[in-house]
């Protein structure tokens, strides 16, 4: 596990925006390489289904008739809510703090799924000690403070990755990414709001209630995806949509995780639909939310396994599927190579 240093790869709320308006494109000549040996390998075509397809698509992002996945990388982010004064999590704003320290330990899920899944693991704690602002009465950061976070995130992708998942861990954080989903995709707090780390009937109900009052606050004022970031997002959830952003310059695919990964770009995908073309889905968590968010994204989860913890969780099971996409990409023989007439 490493630790991430603040970069300057977005100068500007503007720079941001600026990029979200010139998002790279993959390789076309590797995607048709590797379209056309897909066609070769010892099988009917598009016998492997949707392995082909991930194949392809790494190809395309990869620049390369044969990608790898040598060198992966789990980013988790961490923050903390003001908007958790109002009840809305079942769990202690404290509990943020102690769980960065168990990924430190070792002792999490996503320590155990990263290391399965051949992936280094680097934790970025954002400003735990400071929660954002309560939403329900004002913007939850300043344009600063949300520049910073989206800085954080971009300064985790290394240009030598070749697939980037990204996760989080934040106290408070599904009444943010319900905020910001209905922000960006509209609907009311009840489309969105789940129970997130277990909350009761009434904790629900609170939830909801304060879900609402950001959109009646915010919905009418928020701009541009930055904007929608700064008023109801978290340090997290900014540095997730910063992280996306950074990997999509780079050329690197992104394998997302669950309902709050995907609410950190929703805006993004509103301002510029484009920037899902790098990402996949790992999987569709069992948060109410989920399922939607991803049909607004245009994305279809890899896995589905009702899980609900976060942590980049789902993503790391989901990179063995890759990693099975590959094996069968690069390894199999052609007709021609296995002497085996093709029909």
Known sequence: MTTATLSGAFASAADFTAALGALTDPDPAAIAAARARQGQLTKPPGSLGRLE?????????????????????????????????????????EVTVQMVANFAAGGAAINQLAKAAGLELQVVPLDLDTPTADFTQGPAMSEAECLAAINAGAATVDPGLQLLTVGEMGIGNTTSAAALAAISFGGNAADWVGAGTGVDDAGLVRKRAVVEQALTLHAPAAGSAFDKLARVGGREIAAIAGAVLRARQLRIP?????????????????EAPGITAHCLAGHCSAEQGHGRMLGHLGLEPLLRLDMRLGEGSGAA??????RSALAAHNGMATFAEAGVADG
Do not use: M, Y
């Open 317 to 322: 099971v989901a990179a063995h599927i890759l």
């Open 53 to 93: 397809d991930l194949a392809v698509f790494l190809a395309g992002w990869q620049g390369t008739e044969k990608p790898s996945l040598q060198r992966g990388r789990t980013a988790i982010f961490a923050g903390n809510h003001g908007v958790t004064v109002h009840g809305v999590s079942a769990f202690p704003a």
């Open 254 to 270: 992104v394998l997302l995780d669950g309902f709050i990964t995907c609410a950190a770009i929703a805006p993004l995908a509103v």
